[in-house]
């Protein structure tokens, strides 16, 4: 998990220092806070009408009777932006990859996924530096990973992989813009 750590803050430094004279926005999705994941956004304007994002999630919380659903994800994300950046309609294509342990039923899963999909979002200007986005995605993801009861038993670990396809990204961001 350090590792991942400065690596994140190496790539946000190295972008930031490289995009000088573009404009950088930093996000959090208050969705993912409404479900207690701490994450964040980095978006980077790529020109006039496309920008670039990274945006991150981790969750290491374990609730009330050692129910959890530990996971990291990263979605990247190319914008095409109808009229200006950071301002109005935009369409996307994103990507998503996620390591997962826990769950909330008498199973435990522990795996990952991949995939991707296609966004559509709107971004409304609230300040020179304040914006809000809302944003819904439709995609792909490839899950494999193991399941199990939630007692100590590796013999009774079952290898399972599933497609699915539906949504596979909901965000109403807050963006600080530099």
Same mark, same amino acid.
């Given at each position: ?6 690596? *994140?803050?190496?790539? @946000? #430094?190295?972008?930031? /220092? ?11 999705? =208050?969705?993912?806070? *409404? ?6 956004? $980095?978006?980077? =304007?790529?020109?006039?009408?496309? +920008? ?8 290491? %919380? ?9 996971? %990291? *994800? ?17 369409? #996307?294509?994103?990507?998503? #990859?996620?390591?997962?342990? #826990?769950?909330? +039923? &008498? ?6 996924? =991949?995939?991707?999909?296609? +966004?559509?979002?709107?971004?409304? @200007? *609230? /300040? ?14 490839? $899950? %494999?990973?193991?399941? /199990? ?9 079952? &290898? ?12 109403? /961001? @807050?963006?600080?813009?530099?």
């Amino acid at each position: 998990m350090k590792k991942l750590i400065v690596c *994140l803050t190496a790539a @946000i #430094g190295m972008t930031l /220092s490289a995009a000088q004279a573009q404009d950088v926005a930093i996000k959090t999705n =208050a969705l993912y806070w *409404l479900a207690t994941t701490p994450n964040v956004g $980095l978006e980077v =304007a790529m020109g006039n009408q496309w +920008t670039l994002e990274l945006a991150g999630a981790y969750n290491p %919380w374990t609730f009330k009777d050692n129910k959890r659903m530990r996971f %990291w *994800l990263a979605q990247p994300e190319a914008k095409y932006w109808l009229c200006e950046k950071f301002e109005g309609h935009f369409l #996307g294509l994103h990507l998503h #990859g996620a390591q997962f342990y #826990g769950g909330f +039923t &008498d199973k435990l899963y522990d795996g990952y996924l =991949a995939g991707g999909g296609l +966004t559509y979002g709107y971004d409304w @200007i *609230l /300040s020179p530096h304040w914006n809000i986005e809302a944003a819904i995605g439709v995609g792909y993801a490839h $899950l %494999w990973y193991k399941e /199990s009861p939630r007692i100590d038993c590796i013999k009774c670990r079952t &290898d399972k992989q599933k497609n699915y396809i539906g949504p596979t990204k909901a965000a109403v /961001s @807050i963006i600080y813009l530099f």
